[in-house]
């Protein structure tokens, strides 16, 4: 199912699951957190697979009646990601944590649940950040889907 690749992709967006400490109090910017320029709400435009465009609801494997799909991060590396129907109802969930490491321009995503059921799962991504467009990469098996996602204003 191609939502279980965003999944693991958006479970790119980009955590590690953090055994060994969970005290971030010393976290900063540049150290694994999103970056400031990160955090808000992002709405999914496009998606390529293999350079070729593709529908978002076939590769992400979108509910039926889902007419849009957010990712939203928050400062302290949390995530949430949604597809909602034509009114705003949320449809299907996703949420955990991302890391993030600005110099390689990586991200990997933590997946804690999906629709509320307990999940781990890492999805490691590759990711370009200009102004309010957000480009994230996922390799999987030697497929490259691309994901670009517009800022909510």
């Not at 479970?11 to 150290?31: A, H, I, P, R, Y």
């Not at 009646?65 to 949604?82: L, S």
């Amino acid at each position: 199912m191609k939502l279980i690749n965003f999944v693991i992709l958006f479970s790119m967006l980009v955590f590690f699951s953090c055994s060994e400490s969970t005290d971030n109090s010393t976290e900063s910017e540049g150290e694994g957190k999103p970056l400031t320029e990160m955090v808000g709400t992002w709405i999914f435009s496009s998606v390529t697979v293999d350079g070729n465009q593709d529908s978002l609801g076939t590769v992400m494997g979108w509910d039926e009646y889902a007419v849009e799909a957010r990712f939203h991060i928050y400062e302290n590396g949390a995530y949430a990601f949604e597809q909602v129907d034509i009114s705003g109802g949320q449809l299907w969930s996703e949420s955990g944590f991302i890391y993030v490491d600005e110099n390689e321009n990586e991200m990997d995503i933590n997946v804690q649940q999906v629709n509320g059921t307990p999940v781990t799962e890492t999805v490691a991504v590759t990711y370009i950040l200009i102004e309010d467009t957000f480009t994230v990469t996922e390799n999987e098996e030697g497929t490259l889907i691309t994901y670009t996602l517009t800022r909510k204003t």
